[in-house]
């Protein structure tokens, strides 16, 4: 609960007592299953991997693999703040799409909508293609697809139907991007990057994605 001072709430997005524990406890419930999809999932890219090794280069989990607590609260806050201009004021937990998430590289553009078709026939993907790129005004780009386990998988873990999984497909030089800027990415919440460094991550920006075009 936000502070109170003189009978006025300060930030009142912020999560109560009450979310808190209702949050807590399906996160210690759901923990299992979440590792479960988790390695499932992955092991079902590693054999489209395994299968495709030039045009799945790279196939790998978030770390940690599960999404810690204390990351969703501050990502349902996030979400909530009035001062974000994306904000969902009635944010909540049952809208993560990322509490477990994994990636595939591709060496080139075009291997990505290859992945992506198979990405279709494996899981049931609830992104519509139209929204699936993010391409963001400080250069990172990826393809988001939000996908749950197949429905065959699914009847024999019933508790797996409302588990979801935030896959990133994105080129190797999109991720020498981000792990070169990954500072300036999550600093800059907090107003502490400089106008210089902005600029060279400009032009790393144009130089990687100009590499990868060609």
């Not at 873990?157 to 896959?167: A, F, P, T």
Request: net charge neutral.
């Amino acid at each position: 609960m936000g502070e109170v001072t003189e009978g006025i709430e300060k930030e009142p997005w912020k999560l109560n007592d009450e979310e808190r524990k209702k949050i807590n406890d399906t996160y210690y419930r759901m923990l299992d299953d979440y590792r479960a999809v988790s390695e499932h999932l992955l092991d079902e890219l590693l054999r489209y991997r395994a299968d495709h090794p030039t045009i799945a280069r790279i196939v790998f989990s978030r770390q940690p693999i599960i999404k810690s607590l204390s990351g969703i609260i501050e990502k349902i806050e996030t979400k909530r703040d009035p001062s974000n201009k994306k904000c969902k004021p009635n944010y909540s937990y049952s809208e993560l799409e990322d509490i477990i998430a994994l990636t595939v590289l591709c060496p080139y553009q075009t291997d990505i909508a290859r992945v992506i078709t198979w990405l279709k026939m494996a899981f049931r993907v609830l992104t519509p293609d139209s929204q699936a790129l993010q391409d963001e005004p400080n250069g990172r780009r990826a393809y988001h697809y939000i996908v749950k386990a197949a429905d065959h998988n699914v009847k024999s873990h019933i508790k797996w139907k409302d588990v979801k999984c935030e896959i990133q497909i994105k080129t190797i030089l999109d991720e020498a991007r981000d792990a070169k800027t990954h500072d300036y990415v999550y600093k800059e919440r907090y107003g502490s990057v400089t106008e210089d460094l902005k600029k060279q991550f400009a032009v790393l920006t144009t130089a990687l994605r100009g590499i990868d075009e060609r």
